[in-house]
């Protein structure tokens, strides 16, 4: 059965998803269950498979594009299977295919304004479009595009006028500038004068290989790719390019490798669509919500005894991130209004602490959830903890990892970090920045001095939602349960 493969709804948060690879060309039979296409979306990657046995009938969304979930990506049906209303309900139709159509007879033709081109709309607004390109760069936000292309073609100087567009609807997309600009470069020649046969090469590589080969240098054509149908993977791009640099060391190259190690050298390096994603949203939660930290320090010493003797007593292994965990849901069960979002004017207070745990994984910082806490025990909630970090470190993490958390704490602690202002992650309402432990000399209630160790906390908050004493009475109680958290271990460690 003929069908629209839509952009999925990876997370109750996912606003858009970007088309970052097809695994298949047009008119390629896919088969179901094996993967189609890559999309990246809320700070994850995923694969779309075939549904069904069928053939790529028409690609809707290019590589590099994005849509919203549940927007049309391509056409999967039988190869001689009318696709006439699934085209309407994709939102193209034949008009983009006559376009097309038209637009290779004027090329064919050498002219814009042969009687032919000159008989349609659309030949006339090809016409235009080839007449506003002539002029160079400058016509390239006139041709249909995809944004990474217009980008990338002004980048290399490019006329996108003289680009064939393999997109839907003959729109140009990365690859095809890619591809333009390699084939436009002189071709390499070996000892006996041959030239390489590489420009006729049709490379099948996602933009992510395709910009870590023009930052190591690596002839993107001449990489033999390991992935899915011959596809070139960044780990291919990564192998050719420590092959070149092997190739070329040797006694006769290492003062021109001594010069130019002592050149600066500039790299660009654009941002990943999960990268991306995490800058617009973090740029949207400063810019929306009222951020207002607050710092409060706490004695430890307690707490590390308590996680020690958890640790012993339990048979797992149980840290101080635990036992904080217990402090935290305990003080938002004292301050519910904390563990919340703000979405659409509304402030929603939820029944479960589902806390998100920021991780640093490659592609950025990501924060799976360790749901509700409260009902955990302490050996349950150390296990959990450390599976979610675990799969968001190895990249086996999934959408429901990182979906509905209430609450947010970011440790830097780790990294010796003292003081901080997290930045809340959205739809939340607050995070709570965990600092590092150090050594301090204090007042003891005998007038005498010791050495103790402290922790201190960051705290968060959207100003437009709760007001600072409120946020100043949650860190007096979370220091409270920290420095004495013995009957939260306890009651925990009997569940």
């Given at each position: 059965m003929a069908y629209v493969v839509k952009m999925p709804k990876l997370g109750l948060e996912m606003k858009s998803g970007e088309l970052s690879a097809w695994l298949v060309s047009e008119g390629?039979?896919?088969?179901?269950?094996?993967?189609?296409?890559?999309?990246?979306?809320?700070?994850?990657?995923?694969?779309?498979?075939?549904?069904e046995d069928g053939v790529l009938r028409r690609v809707v969304l290019a590589e590099g594009e994005s849509t919203a979930p549940g927007g049309a990506l391509a056409i999967v049906a039988g190869a001689d299977e009318d696709i006439t209303q699934l085209e309407a309900d994709a939102g193209v139709g034949e008009g983009g295919e006559?376009?097309?159509?038209?637009?290779?007879?004027?090329?064919?033709?050498?002219?814009?304004?042969?009687?032919?081109?000159?008989?349609?709309?659309?030949?006339?607004?090809?016409?235009?479009?080839?007449?506003?390109?002539?002029?160079?760069?400058?016509?390239?936000?006139?041709?249909?595009?995809?944004?990474?292309?217009?980008?990338?073609?002004d980048d290399l100087g490019l006329d996108l006028t003289a680009v064939e567009g393999t997109g839907p609807q003959g729109a140009i997309t990365e690859s095809d500038v890619e591809a333009a600009a390699e084939s436009a470069t002189p071709a390499e020649t070996d000892d006996s004068g041959a030239t390489a046969d590489t420009a006729d090469k049709r490379v099948f590589a996602p933009p992510s290989a395709r910009r870590l080969a023009r930052e190591l240098g690596v002839d993107i054509a001449a990489v033999e790719g390991t992935g899915q149908n011959g596809r070139i993977t960044e780990s291919d791009v990564r192998a050719a390019g420590g092959a070149s640099a092997a190739a070329t060391d040797s006694p006769a190259t290492a003062g021109a490798d001594a010069t130019?190690?002592?050149?600066?050298?500039?790299?660009?390096?654009?941002?990943?669509?999960?990268?991306?994603?995490?800058?617009?949203?973090?740029?949207?939660?400063?810019?929306?919500?009222?951020?207002?930290?607050?710092?409060?320090?706490?004695?430890?010493?307690?707490?590390?005894?308590?996680?020690?003797?958890?640790?012993?007593?339990?048979?797992?292994?149980?840290?101080?991130?635990?036992?904080?965990?217990?402090?935290?849901?305990?003080?938002?069960?004292?301050?519910?209004?904390?563990n919340a979002t703000f979405e659409d004017g509304v402030h929603r207070l939820h029944g479960e602490h589902n806390v998100c745990i920021a991780v640093d994984?490659?592609?950025?910082?990501?924060?799976?959830v360790v749901r509700d806490v409260a009902s955990l025990s302490l050996a349950e909630l150390a296990e959990t903890r450390a599976e979610v970090t675990q799969r968001a470190l190895s990249g086996d993490f999934?959408?429901?990892?990182?979906?509905?958390?209430?609450?947010?704490?970011?440790?830097?602690?780790?990294?010796?970090?003292?003081?901080?202002?997290?930045?809340?992650?959205?739809?939340?309402?607050?995070?709570?920045?965990?600092?590092?432990?150090?050594?301090?000399?204090?007042?003891?209630?005998?007038?005498?001095?010791?050495?103790r160790r402290v922790i201190s906390f960051s705290l968060s908050f959207d100003h437009r939602i709760v007001d600072g004493a409120d946020a100043a009475r949650m860190l007096g109680t979370l220091v409270e349960h920290v420095e004495n958290p013995w009957s939260l271990v306890i009651a925990a460690g009997g569940r």
């Open positions: 390629d039979e896919v088969t179901e269950g094996e993967p189609i296409a890559e999309i990246e979306s809320e700070k994850t990657t995923a694969e779309i498979d075939a549904k006559e376009s097309a159509a038209t637009d290779d007879a004027a090329a064919d033709a050498g002219t814009a304004e042969t009687t032919e081109t000159a008989a349609t709309g659309d030949a006339s607004s090809v016409a235009k479009r080839r007449s506003s390109g002539s002029s160079g760069a400058s016509g390239n936000g006139e041709v249909r595009a995809s944004p990474r292309a217009k980008r990338l073609a130019a190690a002592s050149e600066p050298v500039e790299t660009e390096r654009p941002l990943s669509g999960m990268r991306r994603t995490i800058a617009d949203r973090l740029g949207e939660s400063y810019r929306e919500a009222v951020h207002v930290t607050i710092d409060r320090r706490a004695d430890a010493e307690e707490l590390l005894a308590a996680a020690n003797a958890a640790d012993d007593a339990l048979g797992v292994d149980v840290s101080i991130t635990d036992v904080l965990l217990l402090a935290l849901s305990a003080s938002l069960d004292e301050h519910p209004e904390f994984i490659d592609e950025g910082l990501i924060a799976p999934t959408m429901d990892d990182l979906s509905g958390g209430t609450f947010t704490v970011s440790n830097l602690g780790v990294l010796g970090v003292e003081s901080f202002d997290p930045v809340i992650n959205p739809p939340q309402v607050a995070i709570l920045g965990v600092n590092t432990i150090r050594r301090e000399a204090v007042p003891t209630d005998d007038g005498d001095v010791a050495v």
